[in-house]
DNA sequence: GGGACTTTGTTCCTGCGTTCACAAGCGGCT
DNA sequence: AGCCGCTTGTGAACGCAGGAACAAAGTCCC
């Protein structure tokens, strides 16, 4: 029985993951305790947006004081789920796929790659970290054994969507999607898509608006 | 008297980039039109929402028939600037770093990473892709000469502040940054974070909060 | 040439996210 | 013990994004 409501905000998760991790930091640092000014301070965030998120994990700090900054992120480990390590696949063992198949910060947030998948048989039998490259014929297989509920796709657009077909068919529930494609998938399958350059475009779009070339504009 | 405002909404920018790439492949294909239907559907997005974005550019569709995939295409090209290429540099040659400045995407998007930065001595003078990683010393003198107006960040996150200034310093008027820590810029410098284990714990979060302990569900 | 169908562009409305401002609660000081 | 200042938590207003429904416009067919 919850007592709070079980529905978060995406938005507010996604800004709950920032303050565990900047919590993580003081908490090396020797802080013991935090202002939600502070600590919006350092999330890059509004104060009374930081409180408003910390709201629905119910009352979590002590007036007149702070945040008590072990507490708090325990707090944040648990409601995230990151005490329990997520079993991943990573389906794409290109650039990017050896990138984060290296990357270090996922260990250390609740997610472990199981499995790392290729169709080049170039690629299959290398070692990337300390996993082996498999074959994408046994994805099926090796996601019902993990029991992996989360793909991540860094693959060709042209396969992409066959990838996702076949990690939500596998089992796979949430899917993070690298690939230049909107994916398809069926009901009870989130799908993430990060798209590195459409971030950069609307970044250049951003500045280019800011100034246009010398158009008498003030400000 | 600009017939269309300069105010347009980011989020809608971000979809423009996606309604670009889709037009892009539609015209490789041979289309030579398309409905608001057809392009929403490939792009993920309600048909509605699409001519609302598009409408932001001024009337580009003919009713009754659809969007002229070259037409339309060219049009979003000119808005998000991807016509004119853009200097970019690119600081932190790590895994990331490599995946990005090798990543094919950027290229044909109007963007040209014109120099890579390390500050690894063992990494300063290796060939990615077809540029070689200069010192981080060189960064304020190379930001100056090419005047790249863009820097990539992707170093580990201790350093990634210091970058940050120096680039703001050098001139660069936008940075993104994907070094998981929240970076602080003097105005006129926009910042835009992409954080990759935020993005996974946000999916992790929302597939664990559909299940919360196995309820029976009928997809 | 006229009518009807198709598709765009626009307008309204609903809901969400964000921000501001205030009341409640706790610690420290006198 | 009482008061004061500080900080959290919550309530309300504002603005924005998203979605649905409607009118305008152009084309195809008869």
Redesign the interface.
């Known amino acids: 029985m919850q007592p709070r409501p079980?529905?978060?905000p995406?938005a507010t998760?996604?800004r709950l993951?920032?303050y565990l991790?900047?919590l993580t930091t003081l908490a090396d640092g020797g802080r013991s305790t935090v202002s939600s000014g502070e600590l919006a301070s350092?999330?890059?965030v509004n104060p009374a947006g930081l409180r408003k998120d910390l709201s629905h994990l119910g009352p979590c700090g002590v007036r007149g004081v702070g945040y008590d900054v072990g507490a708090l992120r325990d707090r944040l480990t648990g409601?995230?789920?990151?005490g329990s390590s997520?079993a991943?696949v990573l389906v794409g063992i290109?650039?990017?796929g050896?990138?984060?198949a290296?990357?270090a910060?996922?260990g250390t947030?609740?997610?472990e790659f199981v499995a790392l998948f290729d169709a080049s048989p170039a690629r299959i039998g290398q070692r990337v970290g300390d996993l082996e490259v498999r074959a994408l014929d046994e994805l099926e297989d090796v996601v019902t054994e993990t029991g992996a509920?989360?793909g991540?796709i860094t693959t060709p657009a042209e396969v992409a969507q066959s990838v996702c077909d076949r990690l939500a068919a596998a089992g796979v529930?949430?899917?993070?999607n690298f690939a230049?494609v909107?994916?398809?998938a069926?009901?009870?399958v989130?799908v993430?898509k990060?798209?590195?350059?459409?971030?950069?475009?609307?970044?250049?779009?951003?500045?280019?608006?800011?100034?246009?070339a010398g158009v008498g504009e003030s400000a």
């Open positions: 079980r529905t978060i995406e998760v996604a993951a920032v991790r900047v350092a999330a890059g409601v995230l789920g990151v997520r991943c290109g650039n990017l050896s990138a984060l290296d990357y910060g996922f947030r609740g997610f509920s989360i991540v529930r949430s899917i993070l230049p909107t994916l398809a069926p009901a009870g989130d993430r990060v798209d590195l350059s459409v971030e950069l475009q609307v970044l250049a779009f951003l500045g280019q608006q800011r100034v246009p």
